[in-house]
C-alpha cells in the first residue's frame, strides 16, 4: 500500500490532482474562520468556550457537523455544505414524483447537467432560507447558545443583517463551486471530499475534549472503540449480496452475443447515510419549533418536546431515532431501486437468473432479496447511529462523539471512494494499486 502510494506521487498528473484535492480542502477550511461581517467575534468566542463542556448546541449538531464547526463560528461558511445536500436529496425524490424530471434522468448526460442546475438553484434558495433563519436566531439572546447570554450582534439593523444573509448565502455558492472544481479537476466526489474535510477537522477537539474531562484510560478506550466501530463500518459497507445473472447467446448477423455470466451486485447498505441524515432532520424540527416559543414558554407541548426530544440520552429520543432510520432505509431504497425496472432490462437483453423465469418472477424474487438484506442494513444503520447517543450516556460526552453515527459512516464511505478512484488510476498507468 504504501509502494503504491508513493507511486501515486511519482506520477506527475495524478500528484497534481492530489496537490489541488487538497489544496481545495485547506482553503475550505480556511474560509470555516472567517467571521461573517457584523458579527461580534469576541463574544462568540467566550459563547463557545462557555458552552464546549455542556450539550446546549445539541440541536444544531447536524448543521455544525458539516459544517465543519463553522456554523456556531459564525463564520462566512456557517452554512456549510448542507443546503446542497438537501437540494440533491429534494431533487433526487423529485425524480420519482414529477415525470419530467424522470424523462430528464433517461436522457443521459443532457438531462443530468439539467438537474444539476436545478440543484444548483434549489441550493441557492434553501442557502436564503437558512441564512435568514440563523441570522434571526442569532439575534436574540440565548438562541444560538442557550446557556450564553452574550450579544453577538451588536448592529442589527436591516443592512447589516442583510449583508449577513447575503454573505453566508454567497459562502454556500463558493463551497459548491469549490466543490465541483474539485470533482473535475482533483481526485474524488469534490462534494464528499468537503464533508469528509469538515468531519474529520472536528476529531482531533472533540478527542481531545475526552481525554481533558474523562483521563487518559477513557481518551485510549474510546480510541479503540472507534477503531473496532471503523473496521465493522469497512466491512459492512464492502458487503454485498451478487445475484447471478446469465445471458442467452444470440446470433445478429454473422456474429455472436451473449452467453456470458455476470451478477447484480446488491449492497448490505445501499441508502448509505441518507436515512440518517432524514431522521436526524426530522427530529430536529419539532425542537427547532419549540425554540420559537422560547425558553421560557410554558405551552405542555414545548415542555414535552424540551424534555424528550432535545437531548439524545432519552429513551423516547434514541426509539423515535432508531425507529426514523429504518424507515427511511427501506423508503430510499424503494426509490432508488427498482425491481420491475431491472427486470425489464435484463429481459429486454436476453438476461435471466438461473432458477427464476424472466419477467414478473424475477422483479419478485428481486424484492424478496432485496427486502431482506435492507432489513440488515437498516438495523446496522441504526446500531451505528445510536453509537454517539449510548456514548453519551455511559461515557458522559457530547452529542458530536467522533466515532459513531453520521460522522463515521461518512468519513469510512468518502474514503473507501476516494482510495478506489486513486487505485483505478494507478491501475490505468499500469501500476500496482492500493488494494492487492
Known sequence: MLTAFFRAFRTPDLRRKIFFTVAIMALFRFGSYIPTPGIDYAAVQRCIDLSS?????????????????????LSIFALGIMPYITASIIIQLLT?????????????????AKLTQYTRYLTIGLAVLQSTTYVAISRTQGGLFTNCSET???????????VMVLTMTAGTGLIMWLGELVTEKGIGNGMSLLIFTSIAASFPSALWTIKTQRGFNTFFLVIAIG???????????????RIPVQYAKRQVGRRAYGGTTTYIPI????????PVIFASSLLYLPALIAQFQGQNSTAGWVTWINDHLVRGDHPIYITAYFVLIVFFTYFYVAITFN??????????????IPGIRAGRPTADYLEYVLSRITLAGALYLGMVALV??????LVDANQNFPFGGTSILIVVGVGLETVKQIESQLQQRHYEGFLR
Open 227 to 241: 477503531l473496532l466501530i471503523m473496521a465493522a463500518v469497512i466491512f459492512v459497507e464492502q458487503s454485498q449480496r
Open 96 to 112: 420519482v414524483v414529477i415525470p419530467r424530471f424522470e424523462a430528464l434522468k433517461e436522457e443521459g448526460q443532457s438531462g443530468t
Open 388 to 393: 454517539p447517543l449510548i456514548a453519551l450516556i
Open 53 to 73: 463542556n455542556s450539550d446546549s448546541t445539541g440541536l444544531y449538531a447536524l448543521v455544525n457537523l458539516f459544517s465543519g464547526g463553522a456554523l456556531l463560528q
Open 339 to 352: 425491481p420491475d425496472e431491472v427486470a425489464e432490462n435484463m429481459k429486454k437483453y436476453g438476461g435471466f
Open 152 to 162: 453577538l450582534i451588536p448592529n442589527d439593523s436591516l443592512f447589516t443583517l442583510g
Open 267 to 274: 449492497k448490505v447498505n445501499m441508502a448509505g447515510v441518507i
